[in-house]
Nanobody, 111 residues
Framework: VQLVESGGGSVQAGGSLKLSCAASGLILSSCGMGWYRQAPGKERELVST????????SYGESVKGRFTISQDNAKNTLYLQMNNLKTEDTAVYYCSACYYWGQGTQVTVSS
């Protein structure tokens, strides 16, 4: 099983990035899946998830209204569209599916 994140980078506050998580060895639509992030010196926190039970989507309070999670079943890929980025969004972003984790992608937001 592999989850490979991409799309991270450096952006100014107010900008946008779109993260991708390409899965192999598992079928994303059969998994609970989501995005998490970890900033330096902080614990890993939930960004957004999609329930395997009913497809319900949830967001962390700090990203509601700015981030959008989506999936493309044909590409077996999970996405995270991040708009109106803030400096406090700076972190390593990880995707997770069926309890597997990707290696993470760095997002840096400067003021």
């Amino acid at each position: 099983v592999q989850l490979v994140e991409s799309g991270g980078g450096s952006v100014q506050a107010g900008g946008s990035l779109k993260l991708s998580c390409a899965a192999s060895g598992l079928i994303l639509s059969s998994c609970g899946m989501g995005w998490y992030r970890q900033a330096p010196g902080k614990e890993r926190e939930l960004v957004s998830t999609i329930s395997v039970v009913d497809g319900a989507i949830s967001y962390g309070e700090s990203v509601k209204g700015r981030f959008t999670i989506s999936q493309d079943n044909a590409k077996n890929t999970l996405y995270l569209q991040m708009n109106n980025l803030k400096t406090e969004d700076t972190a390593v972003y990880y995707c997770s599916a069926c309890y597997y984790w990707g290696q993470g992608t760095q997002v840096t937001v400067s003021s």
